[in-house]
């Protein structure tokens, strides 16, 4: 089933890629000096960097990261960033993020 691409904020897209109801994973793609705002689930996500520099905070730990970079972001943890250079960070949920679909 192909996902459509969707707005999900100032110069932020996001398409899901494949799920499961044990497993998601999902592209964004940011132009530079886009955000992802704060926010936290209950899901687990891991989290690639395809290309581009992001800067994250995760639980109030800030870090910046770079294509080939990965992390995990504990359940419950709330987390954001900012791109500072035009990319794309790949994130896989566990379980699936339902209201992703």
Not at 24 to 35: I, Q
Not at 59 to 83: L, M, N, T, Y
Request: charged letters at 20%; glycine letters at 10%; proline letters at 8%.
């Amino acid at each position: 089933m192909p996902y459509p691409i969707v707005t999900t904020g100032p110069g932020v897209t996001r398409k899901v890629l494949s799920d499961h109801p044990d497993l998601m994973v999902v592209a964004f793609r940011f132009t530079k000096g886009a955000e992802g705002a704060l926010h936290s689930h209950p899901h687990v996500q891991a989290t690639y960097v395809a290309s581009g520099r992001f800067a994250f905070t995760v639980d109030g730990q800030d870090r910046e990261v770079g294509p080939g970079d990965s992390f995990v972001i504990p359940s419950g943890a709330v987390h954001g960033c900012r791109c500072l250079a035009a990319g794309e960070l790949i994130d896989s949920f566990t379980p699936r993020r339902d209201d992703f679909l």
